[in-house]
């Protein structure tokens, strides 16, 4: 046996042995755990909000606080809005209209985004002048970028087409660290509430967790049977969900080091886009390619809602900070600011 | 490490097929059903005035076959997936443009499996012209929305100015080719192929279903694999789309890698895993903890600010003084006392009665440490360090060796983390340490205690899961 041959051998079986100790420590489900509590009551939330402005699909929407919101358009547009008023803050013009991904700094004091030009933006909206500039444009990924999240005001990651992750020092534009290891596109990322670590869904159909200051990869889920196209973490930290094209989101918890459970229906055959928990965690809002939003009680595994309103995909939805709404944007150049 | 498995996929994770090919095979499987000869929805040809309709069945046929086989009782949901499969083209209205699902007599055909989207058609414009130009030869005004087509044509005409006869050529051939089928056969072909359209070119306020996602359509490794001619034309040289991108290759593994995969899997096979049971529990048990918490479940007080347009809740969130609620939080864990600037600021109250502040000072210190420009980072990382780690330092903190020697090292190439090990120790000091009494402490069970400021009215706190 040549050696090629025998290190891929000892690395299925290594594999096997994973899921051998992952199952000796299933004494029991998720589900029989719950047998005793009850579904939520149906949930029925309306439209609180319109954000109407874009002129063309929008592909990601971020919160910055209680009120301030983020959104990129393929109309070449980041615009702020003050989701309350639903005044438009900026209006903030793209060099490059193919955007995929944005996101607000947790200090309120920046943006950023990035798509089809491989790069990440980032913009100051607190400059001397009260212009919105490019502060950065980091650039290195060899793909498109498909998500980006601050850490603080001068560190962000970012998850790209090329596969790899990068935690960047936005002040020198340097690449800080690099977190390879997914065999297909990287194409959601998540920060823990307590920044050590985050985790990235891609287009292998694993999810990885990954130590922010080592750059090692120290757990993967697998089980989806498509690209994972969003993911985040449950609010105790302890746990991941993900949404995936399979038309399932799927709950790992990282101290089992396994899946927990699917949530799925045979009546949804489209993929998940995005995805987000309620401030409990009891509650997860999921965005669909078939227009609607489903709602589901996340330790139930039941479907306890729909949000329909938009005429086209939903491509993203976030909670706000303080859990008060939740806010979903389609192709259908809307915003929408439910609960 | 989960393996790829029943989608189309080549094993480097790059896609072979159109990204929307997932939900066509979950469709088709449904449209085979419908199509059963024994369990379908009923087929049939009725009588209208001097003609007759082929191969029909309405509206609610197609509502109640769902509800019966799909396992769907609401009706709202049938309709909502009815709709999605007639958007994508797999049955239609005879009657109209606009490919939605209506629970009536409304009559409905199957389309015919050439013009599926699984077939991967994305029909230039060319096919397009062909198409409008035949119309306007067989007279087709009755279903036609006359005034898009003949301004649609009219674009494609000076668009492809110099195409044209050969277009009108192709348009001649094919009026001939229909001309010589049955009468039934041509209805049903006609409808079918006005359907394809209606899919690949909406009418305005209709939506493009056979849109792809940029991330999705930009990873495809053939593009000019789909794009085939409706009518057999040849083809253009396509000009390079800007989403269709060159993504680089990921190869095989190299030995390395191997390596570096087995050492992977090996730290995951030694790590500690928790019982399901114990993880469920915690699971539960938080969602229980945070449920008054979580505005989708309870009321904020004194109301939730995007159904009352008053912003009081956000207000008190801001304001200096925490009420009664956000006070208990702080017992649930360290990380809420230390999330909540309130909460900072009433612990380090406390940790100052107790004279072990300086712990918490330094957290702080550290925090807006990371925060400064790199230029003022030398600097005051030397001061943090005369304060708190120096010989002698006036508010000296206890940290392990270890994480004292690599400071000492840090410090010396001073940057934003030169304190990270001795932060993470002192945290880990404050949790263990303080944190516990300043839980029991008498300053937070007054806190705790203390009469809610904002009571307008006493309302008592209720919990309902939908909110209206």
Redesign the interface.
Known sequence: MG??EQ??K??ES??D??TA??K???????Q???AG?AV???????T??TLRGHLSKIYAVHWGD??LCVSAS?DGKLIVWDS?TTNKVHAIPLKSS?V?TCAYAP?GNMVACG??DNMCSIYNLKGKDGNVKVMRELAAH???L?CCRFL???EIITSS???TCVLWDI??GSQKTVFA?H???C?SLGVA??FNTFISG?????AKLWDI?DGQ?R?????????INAIGF???G??VITGS???SCKLY?L????E?ITYQD??I???V?SLAP??????ILAGY????CNIWD??KAER?GVL?GH??RV?CIGVTP????CCTGS??SFLK?W? | MAQPSSCAQSSNGVADESPNMLVYRKMEDIIARMQDEKNGIPIRTVKSFLSKIPSVFSGSDIVQWMQKNLNIEDQVEALHLGTLMAAHGYFFPISDHVLTLKEDGTFYRFQTPYFWPSNCWEPENTDYAVYLCKRTMQNKARLELADLCAESLARLQRAFARKWEFIFMQAEAQAKVDKKRDKIERKILDSQERAFWDVHRPVPGCVNTTEADIKKSSRMKQPHKTRKSVYGLQNDIRSHSPTHTVTPEVKEPTEDELHDQIQHCQEQLDRHRLKMSKVAESLLSFAEQYLEYDPFFTTPEPSNPWISDDVTSWELEACKEAGQQRVKRWAFCFDEVMKDPVGREQFLKFLESEFSSENLRFWLAVQELKKRPIREVPTRVQEIWEEFLAPGAPSAINVDSRSYDKTTQNIKDPGRYAFQDAQEHIYKLMKSDSYSRFIRSSAYQELLQAKKKVQPQNRPRHTHASLC
């Open positions: 050696e090629m290190l891929r000892e690395a290594l594999k042995e994973i100790a992952r000796a420590v299933q004494d029991l489900t998720l029989d755990h719950v509590t939520v009551g149906r949930v029925q939330l309306k609180r909000k209680s009120k393929q309350y193919w995929m200090s798509g089809l060899t793909g498109y498909s603080n005001d001068n087409g090329d596969c002040e020198t290891g065999l297909g596109d194409m509430p307590d891609a287009c292998d159909f694993t200051r990869c757990q993967t889920f697998g089980g989806h049977e498509s690209d449950f609010p105790n302890n746990a094209d399979d038309a918890d101290r089992s080091d396994q927990l045979s009546g055959m489209c993929g886009t309620s401030f409990s965690g009891r509650l390619d078939d227009f609607n996340s330790l306890v329909s005429d086209n491509s303080d859990g008060m709404a192709w259908d600011i609960n």
